[in-house]
C-alpha cells in the first residue's frame, strides 16, 4: 500500500518559513520523481517544486528564489524549503510522486495535502 503523509504546515507571517516533508512509504523511492502542488480555494492547483530521480530540479517562476525542494533517498522523504513566505502562498499543499518525470498533476500518488496560511 502506497502511502505519502504530508506534514509541516502551519500558519505564519508574512516573511517566515516554513520546511514541508513528504514521507513515503510502499513505492521503491528512488525511482520516483516527486512534485510539491499547492491549490489556493477557488484556483486551480498548480506544480511549485519538482525534483527527479537523480536530484534535478524545477520551480514555479513565483517562488523561484525563495523555495527549495530536496529528497533523501535514505529517509524515503521529499522537503519542501520555503522562505520569505508571501500571502500569495497560502494553500493546501500537496505531495505527489510518478515513476516518469511528469509534472502535469496527473496521475501518480498523492499525499492527504498539509496547509499552509501565511498572515499579512
Known amino acids: 500500500q502506497v502511502q505519502l503523509v504530508e506534514s509541516g504546515g502551519g500558519l505564519v ?4 518559513f516554513l520546511r514541508l516533508s513528504c514521507a513515503s512509504s510502499g513505492i521503491i523511492f528512488s525511482y520516483y520523481a516527486f512534485g510539491w502542488y499547492r491549490q489556493a480555494p477557488g484556483k ?7 525534483i527527479r530521480h537523480g ?6 517562476n513565483s517562488v523561484k528564489g525563495r ?3 530536496s529528497r533523501d533517498n535514505a529517509k524515503n ?3 519542501l524549503q520555503m522562505n520569505s513566505l508571501k500571502p500569495e502562498d497560502t494553500a493546501v499543499y500537496y505531495c505527489n510522486a510518478k515513476p516518469v ?3 502535469s498533476g496527473e496521475n501518480g500518488y498523492w ?8 498572515s499579512s
Not at 44 to 50: F, S
Not at 111 to 118: E, F, H, I, K, S
Open 13 to 16: 507571517q508574512a516573511g517566515g
Open 101 to 103: 518525470v511528469d509534472w
Open 77 to 79: 522523504t521529499v522537503y
Open 111 to 118: 499525499g492527504q495535502g498539509t496547509q499552509v496560511t501565511v
Open 55 to 60: 536530484g534535478s530540479t524545477n520551480y514555479a
Open 67 to 69: 523555495f527549495t525542494i
Open 44 to 50: 486551480q492547483r498548480e506544480l511549485v517544486a519538482g
